[in-house]
């Protein structure tokens, strides 16, 4: 039902004569029940906290894999190769992994070195040994060791950080006086 109306103005529009709206029902929620999920959601829920807590292991596992295992004073030669590793990667910001790794990268590869002239100074560990554990050939240790002394004597820089580092894990590790000089043999100093 329309009906006309003029306004003040005398202009007439048209409307309705009454407005009917619906009155909007909102849910009623007492406040002492609590709304209860049902069995799916509560699946789904589940579910879900399953797989953070899977994902939560993983990265726990990860991270358990790269943290060193430091012994005060090694027994072992084998506990010193390994604390010689970490020490040198942790102080050079690499991942103990990396160094024995095939990556071949120029920074990497001279933290390698490093490693490598502490491990044949301070073990009884052979050429060949020292490249098993970085998973190398008795060459390239001796390359390393050859590389290792060029750069001493020709980057300060260098020759300095390589002496912090070797002085921390003499330290830290009680490791003494060097068991052989850096150099392997007298054809190899002769050749530098």
Aim: positive net charge; hydrophobic residues 45%.
């Amino acid at each position: 039902m329309k009906s006309a109306i003029s306004n003040s103005s005398g202009v007439h529009s048209t409307r309705p004569a009454f407005n009917i709206t619906p009155p909007i029902e909102f849910p009623v929620r007492s406040p002492s029940v609590p709304s209860v999920p049902s069995v799916v959601e509560l699946l789904d829920r589940l579910t879900a906290v399953e797989k953070a807590i899977a994902k939560l292991n993983l990265r726990l596992r990860s991270i358990t894999q790269t943290v060193p295992k430091f012994s005060a004073v090694p027994k072992t030669t084998s506990e010193k190769v390994h604390n010689i590793i970490n020490a040198v990667a942790i102080a050079t910001g690499y991942a103990p992994h990396a160094l024995i790794s095939p990556c071949r990268s120029g920074d990497l590869s001279k933290v390698r070195w490093i490693a490598i002239a502490i491990i044949h100074q301070y073990t009884t560990l052979t050429l060949v040994a020292i490249g098993d554990t970085f998973q190398r050939d008795h060459g390239t240790i001796m390359h390393a060791l050859k590389g290792i002394k060029t750069l001493i004597a020709v980057d300060k820089e260098f020759a300095q950080r390589f002496r912090e580092i070797s002085n921390d894990i003499i330290g830290r590790y009680q490791l003494g006086k060097p068991l052989r000089p850096l150099m392997p043999c007298a054809n190899m100093a002769a050749a530098a």
